[in-house]
């Protein structure tokens, strides 16, 4: 039975995950990402916040060797974190369906950049499915199970920010792809990467994308609406709901799998339009791909490759109107919650002109007035190992003034590392990171960490002591305080730390002021079942 439901894109996938029987949904929260496990979780479902993305999906890689279904989520460039286990998994393939979503950020309402993660699956050679609405988030979501399960691979599931955050009616039809039952057969040659099996990994995988793009041709994944032959448009995501819009009267053929490609279906498509323009948000992948196979399609200009489309930028497009664009009304530029523990350690930062190497998070934000008390921020973990990249390069006077600043989750993603890095090739003038500890991860939507002491659902688990953690590395002073009670305190230990030639981390430690009422309803909800 089919029931009528108003939900966004991640709370479809969520809902199509559930109604696919996905025994284990692993992920690192990450806009416009963070959702979908949550909401897979209050369905009843079991989801787990990883560390990281590479931790994430090698576990969601187990789970799918045993035959069960396991979905990773993360946004675009968590997928650049696990690459690593991205690329064999695609040579090695699963018996279990195993999805891996990428949220992609056009116009990066949240991230640092506007990366087009529909050229890992080209790299990868992993096929990719696109949704273009929540209706499609769910049908292809229970489809791309289906598909990993009969090719014996992983399926890459790309969202946008739009489509993620979007709503519209959908049909929600449980037991829409029975889930396999869970079984282990040993399979070395599939399973173990060494070189002499992947060599003949590599070729099977590439004979399997020229199946599924045979498929792709003849299948149900392409939607060609036809229309007036003077103007067709081929489109993928939300770019084909805009397309619809903006040219209601042309044909278009919306591609929802989107590699490898049905060249077919576009060559027919195109042969029979007298124009056929290609609209997709951010790289020129679509469009490149079809010039290569010899169809002549027009596409966008350079200047429509920057931030998300929308029905007027398309209407432009087709017209090639290259006058400037409509200034977009200035917003209330982000900023530091009033209250925040991570103001008075900024405003100390920049009352003693040091130079920070700052990282992903709310902390971030330090970089903005009143504090602009951050010099450089790379990406996830890149404050340590930068800061230490600054100390052995700068005369001493200057490396001294040198401080790395990372947030709890964010020193557990890829921090650590860095301190092994501190100790093993230490500066000179030693090193100062401060961890910045506000017990959730905030800036994502308040989720847990290893940190935390609490699990996706918050519920009790097992808790990571950074402290413990960072003295077992071996560096020389771990100090815990708070600056927002105590700044004259915090200000005096830095000052002696970068006067030292030591290692020090200090750990300022205060309960975001958002997050505090909900982590005493966690607590007092774990002392009543107890």
Request: hydrophobic residues 40%; charged residues 20%; aromatic residues 6%.
């Amino acid at each position: 039975m089919a029931e009528k439901m108003l939900v966004s894109g991640n709370e479809a996938v969520a809902l199509a995950a559930f109604d696919c029987g996905v025994l284990r949904g692993t992920g690192y929260p990450g806009t416009p990402s963070s959702e979908i496990l949550d909401e897979f979780s209050k369905l009843g479902g079991t989801a787990e916040w990883a560390p990281n993305e590479k931790v994430a999906l090698e576990v969601a890689i187990g789970v799918a060797f045993a035959r069960g279904r396991s979905l990773v989520t993360m946004k675009h460039v968590g997928l650049n974190v696990a690459a690593d286990p991205l690329f064999t998994i695609a040579y090695c393939g699963t018996p279990g369906g195993l999805v891996i979503i990428s949220a992609d950020d056009p116009g990066m309402a949240s991230s640092q950049n506007e990366q087009d993660n529909r050229r890992y699956a080209i790299a990868a050679g992993i096929p990719m499915l696109e949704p273009a609405d929540s209706q499609q988030c769910y049908d292809f979501l229970c489809r791309a199970f289906t598909l990993s399960e009969q090719y014996r691979c992983p399926v890459l599931f790309r969202l946008t920010t739009r489509v993620c955050h979007s709503q519209c009616v959908i049909e929600r039809r449980r037991n829409a792809a029975p889930a396999p039952a869970v079984k282990y057969e040993k399979d070395v040659k599939a399973n173990v990467m060494i070189p002499a099996f992947a060599r003949i990994a590599h070729h099977k995988l590439r004979a399997k994308l020229a199946d599924i793009a045979a498929m792709n041709d003849s299948g149900d994944l392409v939607f060609e609406t036809a229309g007036n032959t003077d103007l067709g448009i081929i489109a993928t995501g939300i770019s084909a709901m805009h397309a619809r819009e903006a040219a209601p009267e042309a044909s278009l053929l919306q591609i929802g799998l989107t590699y490898p490609l049905p060249m077919g279906r576009i060559r027919a498509f195109a042969a029979k339009v007298k124009r056929c323009f290609v609209i997709e948000e951010g790289d020129p992948v679509l469009a490149d791909a079809c010039r290569a196979a010899g169809i002549a399609v027009e596409s966008k200009d350079e200047m429509f490759r920057f931030g998300e489309l929308n029905v007027g930028r398309v209407r432009r497009m087709l017209n090639h109107d290259l006058s400037p664009e409509p200034v977009r009304p200035a917003g209330k530029p982000p900023q530091l919650c009033v209250g925040c523990p991570h103001r008075r350690t900024y405003e100390v930062l920049r009352d003693n002109q040091c130079i920070v190497a700052g990282d992903i998070g709310c902390y971030t934000l330090g970089v903005l007035p009143p504090f602009e008390a951050v010099d450089t921020c790379v990406c996830m973990g890149a404050s340590i190992t930068t800061g230490l990249g600054l100390r052995h390069a700068l005369p001493e006077a200057e490396a001294r003034r040198v401080v790395s600043v990372i947030g709890d989750s964010t020193f557990l993603h890829t921090g650590i590392n860095g301190i092994v890095e501190m100790v093993y090739n230490r500066p000179a003038t030693g090193h100062v990171v401060i961890i910045l500890d506000n017990s959730i991860t905030a800036m994502t939507g308040m989720q847990e960490n290893p940190s935390t002491g609490r699990k996706l659902d918050h519920t009790p688990a097992p808790k990571v002591v950074i402290e413990d953690v960072v003295k077992a590395i071996g560096v020389d002073h771990v100090d815990i305080c708070d600056p927002t009670l105590d700044r004259e305190g915090f200000e005096t230990i830095l000052k002696q730390r970068l006067a030292s030639n030591d290692l020090s981390v200090i750990i300022a430690r205060r309960c975001c002021l958002i997050a505090a009422a909900k982590v005493r309803s966690y607590e007092t909800a774990a002392k009543e079942e107890k």
